[in-house]
């Protein structure tokens, strides 16, 4: 259970953990464990009203919905996927930066015919194809998008890209840009009426610690 008078804020282990870590240092907040080493899925933090969960990364938003979580981190590719009630997105927190993106083979003519899309990310990607009254074939993958392409089950795939270098390890090359991705925080939206002080202080500690960055 999510308590009363404490904060609990969810955010996803790996990338996400590693770069919100150091802004929740500057807000105070520091957890007593290390994810990489505990395998606690409840953190506590110095701060005895302050906890953190470390679950999946397309949890994060379930969580915080459902007030499971007060506040999360969530990458805004996450966020254009889920489809929940809408969460307060009060603030980018500017990391884990990327790109959504189409790409496909390097030198491959474009198909004719209704084109097949792998990708993770489903939503995003029949509205990006839509608003260009281009007909897709959507097909849902979890992981290792680059492959499709390479054995024959799609002709492009929609995914994040850093710096290409899977992708250019796989013989492919982006070829269109959907939207840039960063991480976002975001909040309950009862919590945020029924805990506005510390709720609201968290957020002003954490606009100031991105804005310190820039
Ligand atoms: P898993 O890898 O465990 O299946 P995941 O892919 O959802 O889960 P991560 O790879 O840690 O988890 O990605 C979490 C978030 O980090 C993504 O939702 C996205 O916002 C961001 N992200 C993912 N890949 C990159 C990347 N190459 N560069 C920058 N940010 C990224
Ligand atoms: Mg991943």
Avoid: W
């Amino acid at each position: 259970m999510n308590t009363a008078d404490g904060i609990t804020i969810a955010l996803s282990k790996g990338r996400i953990y590693r770069k919100t870590l150091p802004l929740l240092a500057e807000a105070g907040i520091e957890p007593l464990d290390d994810p990489d080493t505990s395998r606690k899925l409840i953190l506590r933090t110095n701060q005895d009203n302050v906890r953190l969960l470390v679950i999946r990364a397309t949890d994060v938003p379930t969580f915080v919905e459902h007030g499971a979580a007060d506040l999360g981190v969530a990458g805004k590719d996450v966020l254009l996927e889920h489809e929940g009630a809408a969460l307060y997105e009060p603030l980018d927190l500017e990391i884990a930066r990327c790109s959504l993106m189409v790409a496909g083979r390097v030198g491959e003519p474009e198909p004719r015919g209704r084109m097949r899309i792998a990708t993770k990310f489903v939503h995003t990607a029949r509205r990006f194809f839509a608003q260009k009254s281009q007909q897709v074939e959507i097909i849902k993958l979890y992981g290792a998008m680059e492959l499709a392409p390479l054995v024959g089950l799609a002709d492009r795939i929609v995914d994040l890209v850093e710096s290409g270098d899977t992708l250019r390890a796989n013989g492919m090359a982006p070829l269109e840009h959907i939207t840039d991705i960063s991480s976002r925080l975001v909040v309950n939206r009862a919590a945020m009426k029924m805990k506005h002080a510390p709720v609201s202080k968290l957020i002003e500690q954490l606009t100031a610690a991105v804005a310190a960055r820039r």
